[in-house]
């Protein structure tokens, strides 16, 4: 009970520094009217626009693969972080021109015209057409927030707002589905959103904000909201009269065929002075689907397994002294050869593992693995990778997994010399390269798929040699230098000597055989993880924002827990059958837990995801498998070290002549 009291005030004082220091590193940007521009503040509110992606396909698309309009002026790209290039982000400037308080009734960004004898233009016209078709959605951001779009959810009681971040590029009516926001009609039809109302509300400035510099024509930005529109202009937009929504062609052009498409705004600011500046990503949160069932819920499974864990481990306490007490008992008296449970297999616990190489360079990329999530998580918890440090949270994994180099080396030459292993190059290569290396071959080879799409989330070759050097020229160096006082340290000493021959193992019952006892194994760890997991798995792949990451770091606290106590429960019960094959079998315990997040993958993908296009399938199979097998060096390697330390603990206690 103690435990559980303090893990829970441990989480609400993360909770805690999470709010008092919001967004730390992120300063406010003041805005003031044209003319009262001047150092300490803007006029210019700049739009920028990123990758459209949609829950049907997992390829995103980069705003110029559409045939939108583009800046005039080739104003700069922000620079991006290594996360944001990896992962497919890229910010780009918008012809969008927004002035501080200059509210804009209609305004045309562009007009494109498309004609049926031109081949080119009906490429581009398929190309939107396929967008509309499979539901991509704009991502744009002003002053560094998600413009969103907000839907009035009448759930009885009060008007609530639901926002999401993004907005659909268009919509369609097709054979009974339609995705359309604003009924259009029965018959089927593509639309096209050409129109954007922007509602931006701002904060005004006061003294205490702005320092001496009073204005009152400034203020610093709360949230941009957007209502995309439809809108079919005859033959002058932004006249006023206009024909209903924009129909877009369902088929080729035909030869004299023409299509225009003119895109226009409108901007309004609105003042409001009751939301801090600081809280502005509170309504982007807080419209999160379902967050006080995710709350109880996880509360919930935590105490459940916190409880459970308890109890594991108080019978394992238990038995054990009775266990020890009793051998050492015998030991005294007379009938000292009579020996049983797993003291009898004291003469082979020791005995090195077959593939002792394989283990010691999983358990060197395991402990690497570990390291990087539990930085990354206690960085999340302290604010310094909120949602709006675009890309930090995966510069930072990516940037610290390279870093851990040294630990990885250490801990592999140091386990592989326990086992007497005598290639020490080969196992220091194996180190370096095989983890990253599979991790890095999944990444190419989905790459060459993305490329083949002309996605934005494929990586520029030069950001690919870029990551090819972080490896082989910080991360193998790294673990080169660990790995050499891993092997300069002398060899782990065990408590009990290695007899010369093996001991004939039993005859196993069928809960005690290896496999049943690793499917049982990961079974709990898995289960106080599947809740977070949906979460996770909706902001990998619908662009849901992630933020609890407090109760992230809890969840793995826990899961790192009973990854441990199951670990150790299934080895106890196998050394008491006298089966002292535990060196693979502890890793592969808890690691089996991987397998089971790889099924939750699958159900994921085919209950939730509508994606039918089999390059997006074989692109999230292969993020998954990326995710499984580092999920596996972690859980794996927590269970293997878990055991370990338990069996060097308990044949320590025990005497043996
Ligand atoms: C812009 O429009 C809004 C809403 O109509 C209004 O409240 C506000 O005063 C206008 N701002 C300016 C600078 O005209």
């Known amino acids: 009970m103690k435990r559980i009291t303090a893990i829970l005030t441990l989480s609400a004082n993360l909770l805690l520094i999470v709010d008092s220091f919001y967004l730390p590193g992120l300063a406010p940007v003041n805005y003031c009217k ?111 927030m998600p413009v969103t779009t907000c839907y009035e959810t009448d759930d009885g009681s009060d008007n609530h707002q639901y926002c999401t971040t993004g907005f659909q590029m268009g919509c369609f009516v097709r054979n009974g589905r339609q995705t359309c926001l604003r009924p259009t009609g029965n018959q089927n039809a593509y639309y096209i959103y050409n129109h954007v109302d922007l509602r931006i509300t701002y904060h005004s400035g006061a003294k205490e904000d702005w320092g001496s510099q009073f204005r009152e024509n400034g203020g610093r930005i709360i949230s941009v909201k957007v209502i995309p529109r439809s809108i079919d202009y005859k033959n002058d937009p932004c006249s006023g009269s206009n024909n209903g929504p924009l129909k877009f062609p369902s088929y080729h052009l035909k030869e004299g065929e023409t299509f225009d498409i ?239 021959i093996p001991r004939l193992i039993p005859e196993q019952t069928i809960h005690t055989q290896p496999i049943p006892g690793i499917v049982m194994g990961g079974v709990l760890p898995f289960g106080c993880i599947f809740i977070q997991l949906f979460f996770i798995l909706n902001s990998i792949w619908s662009s849901q924002m992630y933020y609890m990451f407090g109760f992230l770091f809890l969840v793995f606290i826990i899961l790192v827990i009973t990854c441990a106590e199951t670990t150790i429960l299934l080895c106890y019960f196998h050394l008491c059958a ?38 997006s399938g074989f692109l999230y199979f292969g993020y998954t498998l990326i995710m499984v097998f580092l999920f596996n060096l972690l859980t794996g390697t927590i269970g293997f070290f878990a055991c370990f330390w338990f069996i060097r603990k308990i044949y320590s206690v025990v005497k043996v002549d």
């Open 262 to 500: 003119a895109y226009t705004y409108s901007v309004t600011f609105i003042q409001d002075n009751t939301v801090k500046w600081s809280s502005r990503w509170d309504y982007i949160l807080e419209s999160m689907p379902h967050t006080n069932i995710q709350w109880f819920s996880i509360l919930n499974s935590l105490v459940i397994v916190l409880f459970l864990s308890g109890m594991v481990a108080m019978i394992l306490l238990r038995t054990l002294h009775k266990d020890i007490a009793r051998y050492n008992q015998i030991d005294n008296g007379e009938d000292a050869q009579e020996e049983f449970g797993w003291k009898l297999v004291h003469g082979d616990v020791f005995r090195p593992p077959r593939k002792g190489m394989l283990l010691s360079v999983l358990l060197g990329s395991g402990v690497q693995v570990f390291c990087m999530t539990l930085v990354t998580l206690a960085f999340a918890c302290l604010g310094f990778l909120s949602p709006a440090n675009r890309g930090a949270l995966m510069t930072c994994a990516m940037v610290l997994y390279v870093l851990l180099g040294s630990p990885a080396g250490y801990v592999s030459a140091r386990i592989y010399k326990s086992f007497g292993g005598e290639k020490w190059k080969s196992n220091v290569l194996l180190t370096s390269m095989l983890a990253p290396g599979i991790v890095f071959g999944l990444f190419f080879v989905m790459n060459l798929v993305l490329w083949g799409n002309d996605s934005s989330a494929a990586v520029p070759f030069s950001t690919l040699v870029g990551l090819l050097a972080l490896w082989l020229l910080v991360s193998v160096p790294l673990t080169f230098v660990g790995a050499f006082f891993g092997f300069r340290k002398r060899a782990l000493e065990h408590p009990v000597r290695t007899n010369q």
């Open 34 to 144: 044209r003319e009262d521009e001047s150092d300490v503040c803007k006029a210019d509110v700049k739009l920028y626009v990123n990758r459209l992606n949609t829950e049907e396909s997992v390829i995103p698309y980069e705003y110029n693969h559409f045939d939108f309009c583009t800046p005039k002026d080739s104003s700069k790209s922000p620079v991006e972080n290594l996360g944001q290039v990896v992962f497919g982000e890229r910010i780009r400037p918008s012809p969008y021109n927004i002035e501080f308080m200059k509210n804009v009734t209609c305004e045309l960004v562009c007009k494109k015209s498309y004609s049926g004898s031109r081949a080119e233009d009906n490429v581009k016209l398929s190309t939107l057409r396929k967008g509309i078709s499979l539901n991509y959605q704009h991502h744009w951001i002003v002053d560094n």
């Open 578 to 615: 006298e089966d002292y094959h535990w060196w693979w079998r502890s890793y592969l315990t808890s690691g089996f837990t991987a397998v089971y997040l790889f099924l939750y993958c699958c159900h994921y993908f085919f209950t939730k995801l509508q994606i039918e296009d089999a390059a």
